[in-house]
């Protein structure tokens, strides 16, 4: 009856440990396997080099538009590590004079550029940035600050404060109120737009027929010094991209152990505007997983040779 129950009782055992067994490989393999995942909602592919709004990758030899002469300037050229010129004075959505290094200092800063009384493109830029800070972990003015810049010189505050109020009532409940202190609507004079459009890289063009600018679709992030890291183009903006490009552009201070694991496995392209896979970084953890899930699963396997060595010290292993 004894050897019954040390039987039942082992076997018991055996079963628990092979759950363990089981449970501990799938933790192990989780952190390969999140890395193998999509990345999610991708952002609007940019078009190719030879359109005349973007200017990521170079072109090769001579293409043909097919637009008006004065619109093939119109163009977003990266300038990555490029020094924003912080000294620049613009006017807040309340009127008050400011440096556009008020907003840098101490956290990443995601920019953008359009004009309030944009009909369409603007707005629809806008859209995607509410959209992604939506369900962004981060919340706005809090691990980051956005400043929003009008190229028109036109402009004015009575412009950009209730353009702010509408895209800051777009924002979840809990992230209102520290968007309302870190998401900045800017205006400003004609020299100061122009020197911080071209340190971006952002040309466009005034069409005195239509009276509306042409102009490209993007956004920017640049590092709480105010160097250009990350250009995202087109109008729909990957939450997990604008996340990581966040924590690389903050040197880490921000974020979590899951977001330097997805650095690991996906690196910015500044030729897409996005993150991609890393092949190899991706097999090295996969293969480093795999050893430790090994190396348990052997440690395990003897603990359960053992034990049963224990319960039946005349027989065999089997």
């Known amino acids: 009856m004894q050897q019954a129950v040390g039987g039942a009782g082992g076997g018991e055992r055996e079963r628990k440990s092979a759950r363990d067994l089981a449970l501990v490989s799938i933790l192990l393999l989780l952190p390969t396997a999140y890395c193998l995942l999509p990345t999610g909602v991708r952002a609007q592919q940019p078009p190719g080099p030879s359109s005349p709004l973007y200017g990521a990758r170079p072109s090769s030899g001579t293409s043909v538009s097919g637009l008006p002469k004065a619109l093939n300037e119109v163009k977003i050229e990266q300038k990555l590590n490029e020094q924003l010129p912080l000294d620049l004075t613009f006017r807040n959505e309340r009127g008050e004079t400011v440096r556009l290094g008020d907003y840098f200092g101490k956290k990443p800063v995601v920019l953008s550029l359009v004009y309030y009384q944009c009909p369409m493109l603007c707005n629809q830029v806008l859209n995607g940035m509410v959209t992604s800070f939506k369900v962004l972990n981060f919340k706005p003015g809090e691990e980051f600050e956005v400043v929003t810049v009008s190229f028109d010189p036109l402009e004015t505050a009575e412009l950009a404060r209730p353009k702010k109020n509408t895209y800051i009532n777009y924002l979840p409940e809990p992230k209102r109120a520290p968007a309302a ?104 953890l996969a293969g480093i997983g795999t050893l430790i899930a090994i190396g348990i699963m052997f440690v395990v396997m003897r603990r359960i040779t053992a034990s049963r060595m224990r319960l039946h010290p005349g027989g065999t292993a089997s």
């Open 181 to 284: 202190n870190g998401w900045h609507f800017l205006t400003g004079d004609q020299e100061n737009i122009r020197r911080l459009t071209e340190a971006i890289g952002f040309h466009y063009y005034f069409d005195a027929a239509t009276d509306q600018f042409a102009h490209g679709s993007a956004i920017y992030v640049s590092t709480p010094q105010g160097r250009l890291s990350h250009y995202f183009y087109g109008i729909e903006y990957s939450p997990k991209d604008l996340r990581l490009s966040l924590v690389e552009a903050s040197a880490n201070k921000i974020g979590s152990p899951v977001d330097q694991l997805l650095l690991y496995c996906y690196h910015y392209d500044p030729a897409t505007g996005k993150y991609g896979a890393v092949i190899m970084n991706m097999v090295r």
